[in-house]
């Protein structure tokens, strides 16, 4: 999905023959960031830091952070980027190589970068020709990845709904397990006929009263609004 996104923003990127230069470290005395990622402990960030000191970014080392955590973990819940945000300022410029090292797909991307710019911190992708994406040039480049991540989400419902109504289908039940098998639901309907409280049997069996009273609604689906043998007691309001 990322070299997906990236081509995308190329693509628009040469449209609108952007420079592939047009990064900037700014500000006089902006302190300069830089994150790395590498998906196991066996690789090594090293390609990744030469890079963003090629590209002309002075990172003190204190200020490079490099973490071993995989790709599909998103970018707030590894403990390295985490921190990372903890000390950026109004100010700060962050460098990544590459966009997925802001996230774990265009959602989580943009989220991040959206996050960033409310704290005025300045995001460079190098493999973006190094552009900020909170720049007028980088605004756009979000607007191409928000289309990217509005076709992920409308995928995964359309994933989501297809395989629910598969499951439907080949009679599956869905939803959690019910904590009631049917022979508590036979004893609990024996005992509201015997005028037991939904609240009492609630308790007995360690369910809310709207369990109960999905037993109850079940079994007059099954006789026809008749209920089980027997009419059930009512429930007075507030019944225990």
């Known amino acids: 999905m990322q070299s997906r996104i990236e081509f ?6 040469d449209t609108l023959k952007l420079s592939s230069h047009v990064f900037d470290t700014g500000r006089a005395m902006s302190r300069i960031f830089a994150y790395c990622r590498v998906s196991t402990v066996d ?26 955590v995989s790709g599909s973990v998103s970018a707030r819940e590894r403990r390295g980027f985490a921190k990372l945000l903890d000390r950026l300022e109004a100010g700060d410029v ?24 409310t704290l005025d911190v300045r995001v460079h992708c190098l493999a973006l020709g190094g552009v ?59 005992a509201r006929r015997a005028g037991v409280s939904m609240g009492a049997l609630a308790r007995q069996y360690g369910v809310s ?3 109960i009273q999905r037993v109850e609604r079940g079994a007059t689906a099954h006789t026809g609004g008749r209920g089980a043998a027997g009419g059930l007691a009512p429930e007075a309001p507030g019944g225990a």
């Open 8 to 13: 995308l923003i190329e693509q628009t990127f």
């Open 43 to 68: 690789q090594s960030a090293d390609n990744q830091r030469l890079e963003i000191a090629a590209a002309g970014f002075q990172v003190e080392p204190r200020r490079l952070v490099a973490e071993a």
């Open 94 to 117: 962050l460098v990544v190589t590459k966009l997925d090292r802001l996230g774990r797909n265009a959602m989580d991307i943009r989220s991040v970068v959206d996050h960033l710019a």
């Open 132 to 190: 900020d994406l909170t720049s007028p040039a980088g605004r756009m480049t979000m607007g191409v990845i928000a289309a990217v991540a509005e076709f992920e989400r409308d995928l995964l419902i359309e994933r989501t709904q297809s395989g629910l109504a598969r499951a439907k289908a080949e009679g599956r039940t869905l939803g959690r397990p019910s904590s009631l098998n049917e022979d508590k639901k036979r004893q609990i309907l024996e």
């Open 209 to 211: 009263r709207s369990a």
